[in-house]
């Protein structure tokens, strides 16, 4: 006789995108948290597996998840499981008749749906394998249009393309619950976006980014290096309040020539403010400002919720800041301002991850987020690379390669304590927080090896930043 498991008990399965597989985990983790929830899996789990069991849930907890991650693409209440189709059945008889029950009433419509993972099915053969289930109790009415109640065979082939076995390894059966966002990947393309930039973020990253970083309804986010606004994008659409600065004047204001193949010059309404309106966001839009990363405009006091960000590592775009290795010329005292270029010289990527985790250890609430990429030179990369701070503690590091020799990591920080006088010195007394100078020489090592591998690697580098 089955043991009654009430809802507290019931496991669930989360079918996951096969494609920014290093995302998947921190993306899930971060977005149970958002409810204090844990990330209570099988003994059996697998990272870069496509499907996950959870357990210690409950389905309004999946539900939450389902209305937010990217990463994921359906949910189940998963009904039984197994590594043969013996197994799948002696599952599903043990799993309780009185949680089925609800989902199978003679008054009810339902479908039953064939997914395979790394292999492709005829329809015939997804028919014998639905045939195979006739042992359970179904009594309602199959609708395959509109049904009340869908559930899902799922079977995992594996994921090599090349050795594709006869049978699966896993086979899953469950009642489908949500899909995941993956809609917004599409709805939300830079190539339908009103004001871009040769770095604006891809949009399934930037959603990535904005659930690493757990920025929920009326949070205030701030981007220091905002460019196009594209991370600002993301995170309105959660709800968060957005704000961002940058040194380009012309792009914080949108003048200047086009980023679009055959427009010559930007229009007058490109802006990301446009961008907000264009998504139903601009009430969420606090202003952006023309301002020097290394030289921070706010008051020295904790603002905001998050800061999402991708600075420019001096690829597509010149890591400059405010300044001059000269002896600082005044400007004419009849000088408006109008027309004024400051005098700029080099930002060391050091110097700039110095700088924002200084500053988001001074303006990000007690357990705000930082979020941000990391160019590395994959031959020489190790984790004592990643720069530290005493107040920030590391939650996640994500790697997307790039080319064979670079790559970029998805750094995500949360703030553990404020910061004391002690801390500046730190750096001095601990090596994890000095700044890695070997960042310095990213741009280099970057042409260097695009030159050896004859151009192929530069015609598979995604554009990559915001």
Known sequence: MAVYCGRACRKYLLHL?????????????????????????SETFSEKSPFWQLKGLSEDDIRSVMSRTVCGKSSFELWGHGTTTDELRTSLLEYPAENMAPYLQQNSTYKINVYTFNKTLVFKDRIKKIDALDFLPFKGTVNLKDPEHIFCLLEDYGSDP???????????????????????????????????????????LSFIMANHAKVKADDLVYDPFVGTGSLLVACSHFGAYVCGTDIDYNTIHGIGKASRKNQKWRGPDENIRANLRQYGTESLYVDVMVSDASKPLWRKTAQFDAIVTDPPYGIRESTRRTGSHK???????????ESHVPVSMAYHLSDIFADLLNFAAHHLVLGGRLVYWLPIYRPEYCEEMVPLHPCLTLISNCEQTLSSHTSRRLITMEKT???????????LADPRFTPYQGHNSFREKYFSGLTKKNGKDAKATPKNKE
């Open 17 to 41: 995108a096969h494609d920014n597989v290093d995302f998947r985990l921190p993306e899930i983790k971060a977005l149970l948290s958002l409810r204090n929830r844990p990330f209570d899996t």
């Open 162 to 204: 090349n050795d594709i076995p006869e049978e699966p390894f896993h086979i899953f059966f469950g009642r489908w619950i949500a899909d995941g966002q993956r809609e917004l990947i599409r709805s939300y393309s830079v190539k339908k976006r009103h004001f871009i930039g040769n770095t604006s973020m891809d949009a399934g």
């Open 417 to 427: 304590k404020e910061p004391e006088d002690s801390d500046r010195l730190s750096h």
């Open 327 to 337: 002896d600082i010329i005044k400007p004419p005292e009849d000088f408006s301002g």
